[in-house]
């Protein structure tokens, strides 16, 4: 079956702007989880999403955000970027319930300039 | 609040040795699932194994292991016979029950670099 969808793989913007990443997940699990990874911060939580509705946020200000859909699909938006924003950020689908695992995409490369 | 530790930053070894990393957690709950990862220059996480915190049989998929023992809080993988196609950061990860949602807490990551 299909892997976890992440686009675009790659982006570069501008201080100031802002910046939405989507997320298709494996079809029929319905949380999706976002992180951010730093060479500094490792991995970090951000938030899940789990029929539509946001289950969890980690300790991110309220710039980051995010949304399914109907369809389990998952957006994460940033408002006015800074530099300090600039990571991998890794989507992860999953059925959403104790003892299972997660599935990562492969991640969006976001560049703040 | 839960913590994973890696205390090994970078490893490198020689093709057919054997190679553990450490992964070392904290957690107040009872019950809990621990598990590996493993991060090839591609950027995506590979699921390794899902182990939760009742079950501390240890576990072998061929050339790996991973050693779960709850009194030491920790839960240790080995790599036998190590190949070049084995280089890769590999990330111990705790994921809570009681949270009420699916998050990991990751630890910092092991760069294995097998040389050939």
């Known amino acids: 079956k299909a892997g976890v969808t992440q686009t675009p793989r790659y982006l570069i913007k501008t201080r100031g702007q802002q910046v939405t990443l989507s997320c298709s997940p494996i079809?029929?699990?319905?949380?999706v989880s976002w992180y951010q990874q730093t060479p500094g911060q490792g991995l970090q939580f951000l938030f899940e999403?789990?029929?539509?509705?946001?289950?969890n946020k980690g300790n991110f200000p309220g710039r980051f955000s995010g949304r399914q859909f109907s369809n389990s699909r998952s957006e994460m938006n940033v408002s006015t970027l800074e530099l300090g924003d600039s990571a991998l950020y890794l989507c992860?689908?999953?059925?959403?319930?104790?003892?299972?695992?997660?599935?990562f995409g492969q991640g969006t490369r976001l560049t703040v300039v | 609040a839960q913590k994973v530790t890696q205390a090994q930053t970078e490893i490198s070894v020689v093709e057919k040795e054997d190679v553990t990393l450490d992964c070392v957690y904290e957690?107040?709950?009872?019950?809990?699932?621990l598990f590996w990862y493993k991060q090839p220059p591609s950027g995506e996480l590979v699921f390794l194994i899902r182990?939760?915190?009742?079950?501390?049989q240890n576990e072998i998929s061929g050339r790996y292991s991973w050693n779960f023992q709850k009194s030491t809080s920790s839960f240790n993988f080995t790599i036998t016979a190590s190949q070049v196609v084995d280089s890769a950061v590999y990330f111990c990860?705790?994921?809570?029950?009681?949270?009420?949602?699916?998050?990991?807490?990751f630890g910092k990551g092991t760069k294995l670099s097998v040389i050939p």
């Open positions: 992860a689908s999953s059925l959403g319930v104790a003892n299972t695992e997660a599935f």
């Open positions: 079809s029929g699990h319905r949380s």
């Open positions: 999403y789990f029929s539509e509705t946001q289950r």
């Open positions: 957690t107040r709950d009872t019950t809990y699932y």
């Open positions: 182990r939760n915190s009742f079950d501390e």
């Open positions: 990860a705790l994921s809570e029950s009681g949270a009420g949602s699916y998050q990991l807490t």
